[in-house]
C-alpha cells in the first residue's frame, strides 16, 4: 500500500544520510546548542550571584552524603508526627458528633413508625459506613496532605529521588522510581500513573508493580490508629504520639525496604536487564504557592480520596448491616463467614472477621478499619463517646487482639492486594492482563507470607 | 451424571484436544520455518568469511541429528534456496537474500535489546535469536527508523541494508594487530559464547580504544590505558581491530566521572559505547561539544552525583557520567 | 521585522476563563515546553481549571485541554506534556510532536524557564523548525529577578523572529501581554519570521534536495523542511506517514486533530 513516489523519496534521503559526516543527530543537537548559546548570551544576563549561592547551599546540604539521609529521614518523621498528634482528636470529635447524630436521626425514624429493619439498614448501616471512613479518614489526610504538598512543591522529591538512587541501582530499578512511590503515598494509583516519568519499560513495570507496598493515605488511617492504640500506650504517655508516629515511619520504611527486595528478584528474574539510562534534572528550589497547596491538598487529593472512600463505603455498610442481621439458624451470616475464615486467619496472626473485612473492602481497602469495627459491633452500638479507650477495649478486651494482632494487621495492610482503583489502573498502564494479574497476587501471597512467618516465630 | 452434563463432558474433552492438536501441528511449522531460517542465518555467515557450509557444520550449528538436517538441506534445494557443490552447500541468490533479512532482523533486535530494553550484554544475542523469526520486514524496517537506522549491532556486525547490502567484513583479529598500535575495538564475535562471555565480564566493549602491550602464545595483555586484560589468544582472537580513528590527542582528558566535586571542565563529547535512548538524552539536554560543567552534588554513595550545565542541575549515573569526557579547567577549589 | 507592532489587539482586551467548554472555539493554542516550566500553571491561570502542578520534571503525563476568550475570540488551549526535545521519540514527544505537527494549532507557545534560557532554547529552536505561529512565554521571571538573572526579551524576541513576552505565570505578570502577542500570531496579523538552523553544507545540500521532492509527493505541506530533516534522521514516523500517504490525507484535509499513529514496537520487559 505504500506510494512509490514516497518510497523513492525514502531511499533518496537514506542515500543523503549517507553522504553527510558523523552522526546526524549529534550534528543537529551540536548546532542548535550553538545558536542558543549565541542567542541567549546576548538575551540573558547574570549580575552577582548572592541568592543562588543560597541556593546551592541549601542543595548542598539537603543532598550532602552525611546529612542528606538523615534528613530524609527527620522530614518523613516530622510529617507523620504531625499527622498523627494532629488528627487524633479531631478524629474522635467527628466520629461522636456522627454517632449522637445516627441516634437522634434513628430514633426520629422509630418515633415515626419506620420498620426497624428501614431504621437500621440506613441509620445503622449505610450512614454508619460513611461516618466511620470520614471521621477516621479526612483528619490526617488533611494535615498529611498539605504538608507533602508544600515538599512537592519545593522542589524536594526530585532530592529525594537523587539521595536514595544508589538503593535503587543496586535493586536494578530506576531512581525516579522513588518519586512514583511518593506520589503513591497519596493515592497509588496515582503512583502508578506517575511512573511515566521512567522511560524505560523494563524499570517502569517495577515500578508498577512495587507501587502497593507504599501504604496509601487510604491505608495511613489504619496504621496510625493501630499505632496510637497498640504501641502509643506501651511508653510513657508523654512521647505516645512520638512512638506511635515512629511506628508508622517503620512500617513505611519496612515498605520501602521490601520494594527494594522485591524489585531486585524482579530485575534478576522476570523483567531481566540493567538499570537503564538514569538522568534526573533536580529543579530549582521554588517558593510554595499557599493557594495552590491548599486548592492541591484540599480538593484535588483530600476530597477526591474521601470520596471513593465514600462511595464504596456507602454500599459496604449496606453489606456489613445484611451479614449481621440474616441469621441462618441462629447465627449471624457475618459470624458464619468469620467463623469459616478463622483458622485461616489465626494461622498469620488475624481472625476471622479481620479477613471478612478485607474482602468486603476490596474495592477500596481504605474501609477496612471501619469495616471491621462494624463487624466486631453486629448491631451493637458504641456509646455516644467515641474514644479510642473505648475502641481498644472492643478489640483487646472483647475480641481477643494482642500486639501481635496489631503489628501483623500493620503488616497485612502494608502489602496485601491493591484496591480495585489500583488494579484497573495497573491494567490501563501496562495493557497486560498478565502483569496486572502479577501486581495483584504477589503482594497478596507476600503479605500471607510474612504475617505467617511472624506470627510463628511471635 | 446426568445426560446432558455427560453429553458437556464429552464435548468439552473433544473440543479440548483438537485445540491441542492444531496448537501443536502450528507449533510443528513454526519450528520448522526457524529452523531453516537458523540453517539460512549460518550459511550465510560462513560464505561472509568466505567458507562454505556442510552437512556437518549444519548439524553443529543447529544441534540437530543428520537425519534432520539432510531433510532440511533437500527442502532448502525444493525451495531454491540452495545448491551444493559436492559436500559444500552455497546459497542461491535467493537464499541469501532471505538469509539477509533474517540477520537484519536479528542484528537490530539485537541493538534493540542493548541500547533501549538495556538488556545486559551477554543476554542480548539470545533474546535477539528468539525474536528474529518473529519480525517481518516491514516491522523490521520501523525498528531500524526507530532506532535512527543503526549500522552496526552491538558486537560490531554490519546491520544489513533493507535493499539487503551488507558491507565487506571488518576488522583485523587482535592476535594479528602489532604490539603498542592504538586501535579501535570495531567488533567482538559473539560465537562462541563463552569466549565472548569472557570479553564482556573482562569489560571490553566495542568502540574501546586499546593497544596491545604483550603478546606470547599463552597469552596477550591488552591495556586501555586505565586496566589491563589478561585474555587466552584463543580468546583475544574474537576482538576485532581498526586503525584508531585519530588518536584523541588530548592531554588531561577525563571522564566526567573522574571530576572532583566542585571542579568545572569543558566537554569534548560522548563516548561512542554511549548509544540509543542515553546518547539522545545527554544531546537534549546539553551534553555536547565544548558546553561547560561542573560537578556540584555529590549523594551518600558517591553515585549520583549532579552535574550543573547551562544553568540547569543534572544528576547522572557514574556509569553514564564514565561516557563523557571533559577537559578540566581548573583545580578543585 | 514585525513582531511588536500588533495593530489589531486592543489595550483594555479583557481574559475570560472558559474551563472547559470547548465546543465552539474559533483557534487553537498549543502550550509546549521543558519540564517544570510552569506550563500547567499558566494553563490553569488562562482557562481557570486546575491541572495538577508540582516542581518536579515530569508530572504532566497527558494531554489536558481548556478553553479561555480575550479579545472577543475564543481560543481552546492544549497543555502539552514537557519534553526537552522533540527528537528523542519517548511517548511524551511523541504526543507533542504529533500536535504541534498534526494538530495544526494556530499558536504555539513555548514557555521558557527564564533561568536556564540557553537550555530551553534546545526546544524553542526545534518548534520554530516546524511551525513558524510562535509566541514565546519567558515565565518565572519571578525567579530570574530573585537569582539576580536579568532577561532581555527584546533581544530574544529579535533572535529568534518571533514575540516574546516575559511573564510570572504564579501572579499572572505579563500575561496580558502574552495574550496580545498569541492574538496576533493566532490571526495572522504579526508576522513571524522563525530563525532556522543552517548546518554544515553537505546538510544544506541535502535539505534542499530533498524538499523539492517531499513539496511535489505532499503539495502544500506547510513545513517540507523540518520532514526533511527528519527523514534524514530515518524518523520512524515521519518516514510511515510519508510512505503510507498519511502526510499526504493530513495535509489535504488540514485535520484539527492530532493524529497519533504510533506503529512502535513495544517489546515489554522480556517476557
Ligand atoms: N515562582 C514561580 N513559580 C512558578 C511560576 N510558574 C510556575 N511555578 C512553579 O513551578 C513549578 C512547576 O510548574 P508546572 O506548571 O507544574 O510546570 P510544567 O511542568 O511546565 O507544567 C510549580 O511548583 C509551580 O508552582 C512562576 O511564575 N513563578
Ligand atoms: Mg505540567
Redo the contacts with the bound molecule.
Sequence with gaps: MSNPNAVAVLQRAAELRATLTGQFRDETVKSIYAEAERIAGRASHHSGTARYDFDQRIDRIVTSPIFGLPIMALLLAIVFWLTVAGANVPSAMLASGFFWFEDQAAAVFTNFGAPWWVTGFIWHGVFRGLAWVISVMLPPMMIFFPLFTVLE?LGYLPRVAFNLDFLFSRAGAHGKQALTMAMGFGCNAAGIISTRVIDSPRERLVAILTNNFVPCNGRFPTLILLATIFVGPLVPSAVASIAAAGTVVGVVLIGVVVTLAVSWVLSRTVLKGQASAFTLELPPY??P?IL?ILYTSIIDRTLFVLWRAVLTAAPAGAVIWLLANIFVGDVSLARHISNALNPLGHAIGLDGVILLAYIIAIPANEIVVPTLLMVYLGTGMMTDDVSLEEIKRLLVTEHGWTLLTAVNLMLFSLLHNPCATTIITMYKETLSLKWTVVGTLMPLGLAFLVTFIVASIW | MGPLLTTVAIGATIFGLFLALSWASRRRASQSRHRLEDALKHLFDLEYRGRHGSLASLTGALRVRDRAALDLVKRMQTQGLLVARGAEFDLTPEGERLALQVIRAHRLLERYFADEARLPLPQVHAAAERGEHHLSPDAADRLSASLGHPSVDPHGDPIPTREGFVPPAAGTPATAWPIDRLARIVHLEDEPPISYAQLVAAGIEVGQMIRIIDSSPERMVLTDGENEFRLAPAVAANIFLENAPQAPALAGALRLAELSTGQAAEILGLDDRCQGYSRRRLMDLGFTEGATIRAALTTFAGDPRAYEIRGTLVALRSEQASQVLVQPLEKAS | MSAHDCGSCSINAELARMGVSLDKVDRVVALA?N???????LFNALTGLKQH???WPG??VTRAEGAFAFDNVRYKLVDLP?TYSLLSASHDEEIARDFLLFGHPDATIV?VDATAIERNLNLVLQVLEITSRVVIAV??M??AKRKNIEVDVRSLSRDLGVPAVGI????GDGIHGLLEAVAGVSSGSVHTEPLRIKGTPEFQRAISELVPLIESLAPGVPNARWIAIRLLDGDAEVEQALSSGRLVDLVASQQETAQRFSAKISLQGTQ
Excluded at chain 3, 519540564?35 to 500553571?41: A, F, H, L
Excluded at chain 3, 510570572?168 to 501572579?171: D, G, K, L, S
Design positions: 512543591d521554588r517558593r504557592g495552590r | 515546553g519540564p517544570n516550566t510552569g506550563k500547567s500553571t502542578t508540582g516542581n508530572k504532566t514537557g514557555v515565565n518565572l519571578d525567579e510570572t505565570a504564579r501572579t
